[in-house]
C-alpha cells in the first residue's frame, strides 16, 4: 500500500514535524511505501515565517545561505503536489493541519479532487473544531483526536470499511458519521523515525547559530489551562491525555537520533517540559548530560528553582524559553487562567538570573480587553525580569477550540466565523475593540516596538514612541543586544548584573543622536 504524508506548512516553519515522523515509522512497520510532499521551503519572502518572526525580536536573524536551504516560488506548490500525485499513485493521504494550514490543505485537496483518493485530515485542528473541518467540500474523512492507532487500524482494513475506524469522521449521505475515539496510545511504543526529510531540513536557528536539530517530546499534554491555547482540549477530551514517557524510552530515543541522525542539538517539544516531578526532572537531566548535547525547552517561569536549574545545567541545557504572556497580574489570573503572581516571577528571575543557562521570554500582545498601560506593564515585567536574552512577541491570534476567542466572541470584538490563515500571522490582529482597548495599528505598532521599550532606557522611549521608522533603535538593539552580548555568550556574564538599559547606555552607542529622532 502507498500513503503519501502531506504537510501543508507555513512558509519556511522549518521545524520537521514530529507527526509525519510518528507516521512514517508506523507506516514502514506495516510495509507500506511511504513518501511526503510538504510546502514548507515553497515562499516568496526570505522573511516568511520564522524568519519575519525574527524581525519582532522572537529570534536572532539569519539567512536563507546560513540554513542551507533553497526556496521555491509558492506558485509551484499545487504544480508540484499534483506532480508529486500522479508519479507516487498513493493508496492514501494523510494531511496534518493546524488552523493556519487550513488554506493550503483546501488548495492541495481541491487540485486533486478529482482522481477520488481516500485521504484523512487529522491535527490541532480536527481536534478543536471537528466541525467547522467537515463544513468544507474538500474534507471528507478527519482524525478527531491522536493518530497512531488509528492509522494502524486504518491500515489494517484499508481493504473493508476503513472509514468505520474509530478515531474517525467522515461524510455519508448528507451528515457526519462520528465514531468512537480510539483509546490513548502508549506513547513509549514508537520510535518515530524522520528519514523521509533531506538532512538539510534538520538544520535550525536557536540563540544564534544553526545546528542540525532533532525534535522530540518526552511527554504529551499540558496540566494548564491557560484560555489562549489549544493544549488544554486534549485533556477536556480525555482527561488522561497527559502522559510522559519513561526515562529508559527516553534514552533510546535519543540514542536512536543520535545514531540515525548525528544531531548537534536537541528540541525538546514538551508543552512545559518542568511539569513534572522533581526527581523524574533530574533523572532526564542525567539523561541527557550522557549526551553531552545542548538542548532548548519551553516551560513556565514558576516551576523552576535553584536544584532543577543545577540539574538542567548538569544536563547541558542551552536555553529555556517562558511564557510569561502578560504583565498585568489580575488579567493573567482572572482571564488567561494563569494563577501565578508578579512577586513570584520576579522571585524565580533572581535564581534563573544567577544560573548560566541562557533564556528567553515569550509575551502576547493584542488580548482581548487589553490596554496600552496593560502593555506597559507587561513591558514592566520583562525589565523587571532583565536576565533574557530574546523576547518573542505574539499579536494574539484567536484559535478555534480555545475559551478566550470565546471570550472575544462574546463580547463582539470577533466574527463567530473568523478562521486564523498565515495572513493574521504575519499581518495583525483581527480583534476590533473599542477605546480605550489596543487598536489594530497600535497592536502593530506595539508588537515592534515592545522589544525597543523593554531594553532602552525610559529616557527614549518618547522617541520611541513616536518613531515611524525604527531602524535607529533597532540597528543599536541588533548591534549591542544580540550580536555583542548573546552571541558572545558575555550576555550572562554582564547584563545580568545591571539593569537592561543599562546596557544601551554603557555601550559606545552614540546615544546622544537618539534625541535628534524626536523630531522624526
Ligand atoms: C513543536 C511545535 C511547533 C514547532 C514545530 C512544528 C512542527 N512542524 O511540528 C514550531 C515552533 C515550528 C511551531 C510552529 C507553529 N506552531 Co506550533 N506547536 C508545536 C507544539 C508545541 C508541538 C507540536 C507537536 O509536534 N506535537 C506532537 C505531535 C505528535 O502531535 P500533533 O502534531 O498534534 O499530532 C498528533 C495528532 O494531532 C494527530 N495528527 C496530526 N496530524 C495528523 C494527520 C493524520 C492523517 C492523522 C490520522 C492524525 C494526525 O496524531 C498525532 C499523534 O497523536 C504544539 C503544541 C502541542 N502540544 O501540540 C504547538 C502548536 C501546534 N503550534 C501552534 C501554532 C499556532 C504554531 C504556529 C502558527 C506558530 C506561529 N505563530 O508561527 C506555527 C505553525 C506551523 C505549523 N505548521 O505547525 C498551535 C496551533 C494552533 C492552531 N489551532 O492552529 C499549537 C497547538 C500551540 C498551542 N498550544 O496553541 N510549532
Ligand atoms: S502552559 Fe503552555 S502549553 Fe500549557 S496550557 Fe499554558 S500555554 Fe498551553
Request: charged share 25%.
Amino acid at each position: 500500500m502507498k500513503v503519501l504524508i502531506v504537510y501543508p506548512n507555513l512558509p519556511m516553519m522549518i521545524t520537521p514535524a514530529t507527526s509525519v515522523a510518528i507516521f512514517t515509522s508506523i507506516l514502514k512497520s506495516k510495509d507500506c511505501t511511504v513518501d511526503i510532499f510538504e510546502t514548507t521551503l515553497y515562499s516568496d519572502h526570505e522573511n516568511a515565517g520564522m524568519l519575519y518572526k525574527s524581525k519582532l525580536g522572537g529570534g536572532r536573524g539569519y539567512s536563507l545561505s546560513d540554513l542551507g536551504m533553497d526556496l521555491q516560488p509558492t506558485n509551484m506548490i499545487v504544480d508540484d503536489f499534483v506532480d508529486k500525485v500522479s508519479t507516487f499513485n498513493p493508496d492514501l493521504l494523510l494531511f496534518s493541519t493546524v488552523e493556519d494550514t487550513l488554506g493550503d490543505t483546501l488548495l492541495l485537496l481541491d487540485s486533486i479532487a478529482h482522481l477520488s483518493i481516500p485521504h484523512i485530515v487529522g491535527g490541532v485542528l480536527p481536534i478543536n473544531d471537528p466541525h467547522f473541518c467537515l463544513s468544507h467540500s474538500q474534507i471528507d474523512t478527519i482524525c478527531r483526536f491522536e493518530g497512531e492507532l488509528v492509522l494502524s487500524t486504518v491500515i489494517d482494513n484499508f481493504e473493508d470499511n476503513w472509514k468505520d475506524t474509530d478515531g474517525l469522521w467522515y461524510k455519508k449521505d448528507g451528515s457526519i458519521v462520528k465514531n468512537d475515539n480510539q483509546p490513548l496510545v502508549n506513547i513509549n511504543d514508537i520510535l518515530p523515525d524522520y528519514s523521509l526529510y533531506n538532512p538539510v531540513r534538520f538544520n535550525r536557528p536557536i540563540g544564534g547559530k544553526v545546528r542540525p536539530t532533532i525534535q522530540f517530546e518526552t511527554y504529551r499534554g499540558c496540566p494548564y489551562s491557560c484560555t489562549f491555547c489549544n493544549s488544554p482540549t486534549t485533556r477536556y477530551l480525555d482527561k488522561n491525555y497527559l502522559r510522559r514517557k519513561t526515562m529508559s524510552q527516553v534514552k533510546q530515543e535519543i540514542q536512536h537520533y543520535v545514531d540515525n541522525f548525528n544531531p548537534e542539538y536537541l528540541f525538546i517539544i514538551d508543552d512545559s517540559f518542568l511539569a513534572r516531578p522533581k526527581k523524574e526532572i533530574i533523572e532526564l537531566c542525567n539523561i541527557l548530560h550522557e549526551f553531552k548535547l545542548p538542548w532548548w525547552c519551553n516551560t513556565r517561569l514558576e516551576n523552576v528553582d535553584k536544584e532543577i536549574l543545577a540539574a538542567m545545567e548538569h544536563g547541558y541545557c542551552d536555553r529555556i524559553q517562558f511564557g510569561i504572556e502578560c504583565g498585568s497580574e489580575d488579567y493573567r489570573r482572572e482571564v488567561l487562567l494563569r494563577n501565578v503572581s508578579n512577586d513570584l516571577y520576579y522571585e524565580k528571575a533572581d535564581i534563573l538570573n544567577n544560573s548560566s543557562i541562557p533564556y528567553g521570554l515569550n509575551v502576547i500582545i493584542g488580548l482581548p480587553d487589553e490596554t496600552r498601560e496593560m502593555v506597559f506593564e507587561t513591558v514592566d515585567l520583562v525589565r523587571s525580569i532583565q536576565g533574557y536574552d530574546g523576547i518573542g512577541v505574539s499579536i494574539f491570534i484567536p484559535y478555534r477550540g480555545t475559551l478566550l476567542r470565546q471570550y472575544a466572541v462574546d463580547k463582539g470584538y470577533l466574527p463567530s466565523t473568523f478562521t486564523s490563515g498565515s495572513g493574521y500571522l504575519l499581518g495583525g490582529s483581527p480583534l476590533v475593540m473599542p477605546k480605550p482597548y489596543l487598536q489594530r495599528d497600535e497592536i502593530n505598532d506595539l508588537s515592534k516596538k515592545f522589544k525597543l521599550y523593554s531594553y532602552f532606557d525610559k529616557m527614549y522611549w518618547d522617541d520611541i514612541t513616536e518613531a515611524i521608522d525604527t531602524s535607529y533603535f533597532d540597528d543599536i538593539y541588533e548591534n549591542n543586544f544580540y550580536t555583542k552580548y548573546a552571541i558572545s555568550g558575555e550576555l550572562h556574564k554582564k547584563r545580568r548584573k545591571q539593569s537592561p538599559w543599562a546596557c544601551a547606555a554603557s555601550d559606545s552607542v552614540d546615544i546622544h543622536n537618539l534625541f535628534a529622532l524626536s523630531s522624526i
